[in-house]
């Protein structure tokens, strides 16, 4: 099992805020280059201010930051927040990938056993 420590009390509004659609296109799209709002809601078939909600959730979960000049926020990705989700993802699958490789031991040591005693497994629809 993964360690017993608490998770970060980050991960949720991470995760929470990489769920929404448009808000993943967002995190995509801002791997690229730095954009301004305007150019990251023009995909989009909702209204700026709607827009701007969705920037404000992936902005308060840190995977945003932005920066006014004049009349133009441009928005860039901050990745330490990205960097966290995907240790605590990395985590569990080191975890399941060992224990899917100790399922996969079993079943080859349990498959060669029967082999060598003889025993041929049979199916409920050939037994009568």
Do not use: C
């Not at 805020?17 to 995509?28: C, F, K, N, Q």
């Not at 701007?52 to 009349?71: C, D, F, N, P, W």
């Amino acid at each position: 099992m993964p360690q017993r420590h608490p998770a970060d009390p980050a991960l949720p509004d991470i995760f929470h805020a990489l769920s929404d659609p448009t808000r993943l296109a967002v995190v995509e799209r801002l791997s690229v280059t730095p954009a301004s709002a305007s150019e990251l809601a023009k995909p989009f078939a909702m209204a700026l201010p709607s827009f701007m909600q969705h920037m404000g959730v992936l902005e308060r979960a840190a995977i945003v930051t932005s920066h006014k000049h004049g009349r133009t926020r441009t928005y860039q990705l901050a990745p330490t927040s990205l960097q966290l989700a995907s240790a605590w993802l990395a985590e569990f699958r080191n975890h399941w990938e060992r224990r899917l490789d100790q399922l996969d031991q079993l079943m080859i040591t349990t498959n060669q056993m029967t082999r060598q005693s003889g025993d041929v497994p049979t199916t409920s629809k050939g037994a009568r």
